[in-house]
């Protein structure tokens, strides 16, 4: 059968062999034939994704189980969540290649695609796989673990490490920010680490004028790091003259403090050297500029 159309231009349109397309594929005979083949996919389809469901709430448990198992070892925070992070991921991946080779997918197509591929992904994750060492290679060397404060070389990047995954570290800083660097960032460059030691020593500078006693200045200084309940007395503690500067007499003081009351003291420190100075008469100078007039 041949059916002629035309359009409104007269144009004529032709559609040929309708009538064989529907007594092909419209008719009982054949999806009689092909219900059977659609049933049995569409019933591999939905066995995996309950598969899939079930198998990504066990793999959950196992997570957890993971976690549980070294917080009882008492293993390190980081490498705690790198290792569940890993187990994670892996135990995905072989859940999708199962659930691929259920499809007929063969296990040599698999490994082949994924040779095939590989250099073209390396090339593309580069950073990604650079981030993924440097995540090794900080639960391995350590240079800082949860709950350490550091800070990036550059200056840009500090807080309080929150988190060490496969690729990146959170950061928590003063304000409450989350900052994530990238792994290889941080074992590519300079890290201070804050909060590595329990003890850390206090250093604060004050300049007085010329005319000040600097024998009182010391003996003031001296009298407050005594005073200060946060100052460790059982270790060394020093005043000292710094420099001789252009307008000012710098002097200095040094003293152990524990690490978590570093901020607290040396704010208070300055407070109370600034009223005290006042209070006896010791000269804190600005910079001054005289100009004589000849």
Not at 43 to 50: K, Q, S
Not at 158 to 172: A, M, P
């Amino acid at each position: 059968m041949r059916i002629i159309l035309t359009d409104a231009l007269t144009e004529p349109l032709e559609i040929a062999g309708i009538g064989e397309f529907f007594r092909q594929y419209l008719t009982w005979d054949y999806w009689s034939q092909k219900l059977p083949l659609i049933g049995s996919f569409a019933g591999r389809v939905l066995l995996a994704i309950l598969v899939y469901v079930v198998a990504s709430k066990i793999i959950h448990k196992l997570c957890k189980l993971i976690v549980a198992s070294m917080n009882r070892a008492n293993a390190d925070t980081g490498v705690t969540q790198f290792v569940s992070s890993f187990a994670k991921a892996a135990m995905y991946f072989f859940l999708i290649v199962s659930i691929a080779t259920s499809f007929g997918v063969k296990e040599s197509s698999i490994a082949a695609l994924l040779a095939s591929s590989g250099v073209a992904i390396g090339l593309a994750l580069q950073g990604g796989l650079s981030n993924l060492a440097g995540g090794v290679i900080i639960l391995i060397l350590r240079p800082f673990v949860i709950g350490d404060y550091i800070i990036e070389n550059s200056g840009k990047q500090e807080g309080t490490v929150v988190k060490i995954d496969l690729f990146y570290t959170t950061l928590s800083t003063v304000d409450n920010r989350r900052i994530t660097v990238p792994n290889g960032a941080l074992t590519n460059s300079s890290i201070v680490n804050v909060t590595a030691k329990d003890n850390r020593k206090l250093e604060i500078k004050v300049g007085i004028s010329y005319q000040a006693d600097l024998k009182k200045a010391k003996k003031i200084l001296e009298t407050l790091l005594h005073e200060d309940a946060s100052i460790m007395s059982d270790q060394e503690m020093q005043v000292f003259v710094d420099e001789l500067a252009a307008d000012s007499v710098i002097l200095g003081l040094r003293a152990w403090v524990k690490t978590e009351e570093y901020w607290a003291t040396k704010w208070r420190l300055n407070e109370k050297i600034k009223l005290t100075f006042d209070e006896q008469g010791i000269e804190i100078p600005f910079p001054q500029l005289d100009v004589h007039i000849k």
